[in-house]
């Protein structure tokens, strides 16, 4: 059985930085794309970036773009997502999930996510 | 970026009851779309993915159908544990998007 455990999130002021982290187990980790996803009770779930399986490829979403940087260590079955110049609008609940199929072959969602961690970032 | 637009935002059933919840997709993404589950407090749960394949582990009441760039979700007979809050995604191209959701709520 997958499991995702992230860890890392907390109060940060704004213009600040801060690291996510997820590890993975129960699952062939370096055969997956992964992905990071936030949500917030007023704009729901928001895609954030993902990383294939090997690490040689990532997408952001536009606001994150150029301020996240998602990455991985499959030596260490870990995901990680660097955020930095961070503003109170990326205040969210970050999930990190998994594709459910190996290599990116079929774009069928995620069907595992981890528990969530909250970011708040506050002055 | 795609919009998916989900309707309604929320409904009222009983158990037993038929559901069907809709997401219009604004342009073309193929049969890429997934629905969620979540329940307050946890991590959305995938139901269905590729418009119609069910998850294994998913109860066959669950079900998903494509007619061009409207998808939608059925719930046959609900059960006291299908209320919660779906979400449609697509996934065929990015950013990837989601649906706004829709509450199904008693």
């Known amino acids: 059985q997958a499991q995702l455990v992230e860890s890392g999130g907390g109060v940060v002021q704004p213009g600040r930085s801060l690291r996510l982290s997820c590890e993975a187990s129960?699952?062939?980790?370096?055969?997956?794309?992964m992905h990071w996803v936030r949500q917030t009770p007023g704009k729901g779930l928001e895609w954030v970036a993902v990383?294939?399986?090997?690490?040689?490829?990532?997408i952001y979403g536009d606001s994150v773009k150029g301020r996240f940087t998602i990455s991985r260590d499959n030596s260490k079955n870990m995901l990680y997502l660097q955020m930095s110049s961070l503003r109170a609008d990326d205040s969210a609940v970050y999930y990190c999930?998994?594709?459910?199929?190996?290599?990116?072959?079929?774009?069928?969602?995620?069907?595992?996510w981890g528990q969530g961690t909250l970011v708040t970032v506050s002055s | 970026d795609i919009q998916m637009t989900q309707s309604p935002s929320s409904v009222s059933a009983s158990v037993g009851d038929r559901v069907t919840i809709t997401c219009r997709a604004s342009?073309?993404?193929?049969?890429?779309v997934a629905w969620y589950q979540q329940k307050p407090g946890k991590a959305p749960k995938l139901l269905i993915y590729?418009?119609?394949r069910l998850q294994s582990g998913v109860p066959s009441r669950f079900s998903g159908r494509r007619s061009g760039t409207d998808f939608t979700l059925s719930i046959s007979s609900l059960q006291p544990e299908d209320f919660a809050t779906y979400f449609c995604?697509?996934?065929?191209?990015?950013?990837?998007?989601f649906g706004q959701g829709t509450n199904l709520e008693i």
């Open positions: 129960g699952f062939t980790f370096n055969t997956y794309g």
């Open positions: 590729g418009a119609s």
């Open positions: 342009q073309d993404v193929n049969s890429y």
């Open positions: 995604q697509q996934a065929d191209t990015f950013p990837f998007t």
């Open positions: 990383i294939t399986y090997d690490g040689s490829h990532e």
């Open positions: 999930a998994k594709d459910t199929y190996e290599s990116g072959s079929y774009p069928g969602g995620f069907d595992y």
